[in-house]
């Protein structure tokens, strides 16, 4: 599975947009760009994933670049629950078998009143 | 909808004494069930999973051990805990090889 680079750590005003870059610029063809965030002492929530299109949902929206080699997660308006370990993760949906999710250091995103 | 329980919350066990940690899954059916292990500071590593009942495939070599004695049912447990183990555990599922939605966690604190 394609490696993934994200800054260590962010901050971001309240209210405002927080934008969450990811390079992945080995991935895959048929290999999906996921995107989770780990609350403190809390399990990893998921939050948006896409193949080439950018997606939106009720948490965030995704913007996927037309050669797929980076992503951008966006908050559109952040708020203090917001604060939060931010991964990026690209793997391949299997049908048959288990797929093994393969988390780094991903990004601190520090939401400031 | 779906939903995935995790007990204990929290645990504090001494060198030496057995585990056992509970997963369960409610609102799917056969699903890819995972534990993970997150080290303070450190990310997630996948320790076992598990496509069905009574199939168990291990990632790394520990003194842990998995089961699926039923279909949402996922147990981690240990016959000696090391220091080592202490830690935050995750349980995980999927349908199939799809999007992981992760429980609560169990946080280990091995003395």
């Known amino acids: 599975d394609a490696k993934t680079t994200q800054p260590p750590s962010m901050d971001c005003a309240e209210g405002r947009a927080a934008n969450l870059p990811c390079n992945h610029s080995t991935i895959s063809g048929n290999e999906y760009v996921y995107w989770y965030r780990q609350i403190h002492s809390q399990g990893p929530q998921y939050i948006i994933h896409?193949?080439?299109n950018n997606e939106t949902n009720e948490m965030a929206s995704l913007i996927i670049t037309e050669d797929r080699k980076s992503s951008t997660l966006i908050l559109p308006h952040a708020t203090l629950r917001d604060t939060a370990v931010y991964y990026c993760i690209v793997f391949r949906q299997i049908i048959q078998g288990a797929q093994k999710l393969v988390f780094g250091q991903g990004t601190r995103l520090t939401i400031n009143p | 909808s779906q939903t995935i329980h995790q007990w204990p919350a929290t645990l504090v066990q001494p060198v030496g004494s057995p585990l056992s940690l509970e997963c369960t899954v409610e609102g799917t059916s056969n699903p890819n069930l995972y534990w993970y292990r997150q080290a303070a500071g450190r990310g997630l590593q996948l320790l076992f999973y598990s496509v069905g009942i009574g199939q168990i495939s291990s990632e790394v070599p520990q003194n842990l051990s998995a089961s699926r004695p039923q279909d949402r049912q996922f147990i981690l447990s240990s016959k000696k805990l090391l220091l080592s183990d202490s830690g935050f555990y995750l349980c995980?599922?999927?349908?199939?090889?799809?999007?992981?939605?992760f429980g609560p966690g169990t946080r280990l604190l091995v003395l």
């Open positions: 995980a599922w999927s349908i199939l090889g799809m999007t992981q939605y």
């Open positions: 896409g193949l080439k």
